[in-house]
């Protein structure tokens, strides 16, 4: 079945690096996507990386991607208050080109001053 | 540009009552479209998708429904509300083509007493 799990808290001190795992289970995803979330608002998407790729960074953003695990994290340096929210993982479930996106239980990430 | 409006933004019902709630894209065609449920301390639920006009696909039993009576519009639906109905329900649509990223309405945050 479809199934992607994440942590649900992670408490880190401004300035620190923040790191985010989350576990998912369909192979067949072309991409995997880390979104973020505001309080009491829609999700973002914070960045993204293609199935066959093993890492991308962006700016402060560094996504490991490892497929032999299904393992996805997504780290965050020099952790601002900012940053706070919650982040989702979630994979496109590419099936038969329908594009059934399956997201994580979610982080909710606290940064602290 | 592409925008996505999602409403009412907040409602608070009786258990019993009927619903309905809306959502409209603007600025491309033939997307497709989903509706997720975000219930408190819980990550993000597919319940909706639809690739066309008139093609629903449900993702969980319940006492929802979903209905696509144009290209650009996603209603979903339920006869008779249930407390475990209450949440932050999200609109989302995604292009074809290009890395697959969702894009959100603001959410509708449903209160079922």
């Known amino acids: 079945g479809e199934d992607v799990e994440q942590s649900l808290f992670l408490s880190v001190r401004e300035g620190d690096s923040s790191v985010i795992n989350c576990t998912y289970t369909?192979?067949?995803?072309?991409?995997l996507y880390w979104y973020k979330q505001e309080p009491g608002a829609g999700l973002q998407l914070l960045t993204y990386i293609f199935s066959n790729m093993d890492m991308k960074q962006d700016q402060r953003l560094t996504v490991l991607l490892n497929k032999k695990d299904k393992h996805l994290s997504l780290r965050i340096a020099d952790t601002q208050t900012g940053d706070s929210a919650i982040y989702f993982c979630a994979e496109d479930g590419t099936t038969s080109g329908t594009y059934k996106y399956i997201f994580g239980t979610g982080t909710r990430l606290k940064v602290l001053a | 540009s592409q925008t996505i409006h999602q409403w009412p933004a907040t409602l608070v019902q009786p258990v019993g009552s009927p619903l309905s709630l809306e959502c409209t894209v603007e600025?491309?065609?033939?997307?497709?479209l989903y509706w997720y449920r975000q219930a408190a301390g819980r990550g993000l639920q597919l319940l909706f998708y639809s690739v066309g006009i008139g093609q629903i696909s449900s993702e969980v039993p319940q006492n929802l429904s979903a209905s696509r009576p144009q290209d650009r519009q996603f209603i979903l639906s339920s006869k008779k509300l249930l407390l475990s109905d209450s949440g932050f329900y999200l609109c989302?649509?995604?292009?074809?083509?290009?890395?697959?990223?969702?894009?959100f309405g603001e959410g509708s945050r449903l209160t079922v007493l």
């Open positions: 369909d192979s067949s995803s072309t991409y």
């Open positions: 989302a649509w995604r292009a074809s083509g290009g890395t697959g990223e969702l894009f």
């Open positions: 600025g491309t065609s033939n997307p497709n």
